[in-house]
DNA sequence: TATTTAACTTTGAAAAACAAAGCACTTTTA
DNA sequence: TAAAAGTGCTTTGTTTTTCAAAGTTAAATA
């Protein structure tokens, strides 16, 4: 036998991250409100938690407008595409023995 | 739209619980030092988890003997099995988009 | 008898999570 | 046009969580 949570991927750890990857897989862009909304979030929980999706590269941020205000999206990048995807597959094969 | 990790289990946010409940799902019982050597975990850090797990009356301990030496044993309950399956489930409906 | 092993508990430090407030800017409302 | 409200943060400080290290008790082994 073998660790069974080695392959896991700690920055996933967080539910409010894998809420935040788990929407982006699906949508190709999202709000920093939608996202705050969606996830019943203060806007510096949710900031700081973007921040470290960006660092790692997970995520990359678009700041822009709608008409003249201001609007920042979300979307998930090749590389943040591919840690959520073998973070998820870790977890699966941790409870496919069920 | 709703919230998509509103039905997470925080206890299972941990990747140690969620180790040790998966292990536990599909061993009856597991002794505290395999637990240790699978998870490579210090003896505090564990047992601080398996505390945190039994509180929560999703495991319980059992301390026996082997001969006349102690042995401590861990089992998920009813509720644990119950739990942690909600809490894959969340998590499946969570990703199932993909 | 000295050391080792099992299974903790206690202590304390480091890291992470989080809410609240502040801020710069713009837009909407009164 | 002045006040209020919204966007998207940053900063500050508290609370919570995580974790390692050391101490502990009792039995086993060398």
């Known amino acids: 036998m073998k660790n069974p949570i080695a392959d896991l991927n ?3 750890d967080s539910r409010i991250r894998l809420g935040v990857m788990s929407m982006l ?9 939608d996202l705050k909304q969606m996830l019943e979030l203060t806007d510096g929980n949710l ?3 973007l921040n470290t999706l960006e ?3 997970f995520i990359k941020v678009h ?8 609007s ?3 979307s998930i990048t090749a590389l943040g595409k591919q840690a959520f995807k ?3 597959d870790a977890l699966e094969k941790m409870i496919r023995k069920l």
Chains 1, 2 share one sequence.
């Open 10 to 12: 700690k920055i996933f």
């Open 25 to 33: 897989v699906v949508n190709d862009e999202i709000g920093f409100n």
């Open 47 to 49: 900031a700081s938690h």
């Open 55 to 57: 660092q790692a590269d």
């Open 63 to 70: 700041k822009g407008f709608i008409g003249r205000k201001t």
């Open 72 to 74: 920042t999206t979300y």
């Open 86 to 88: 073998a973070h998820l």
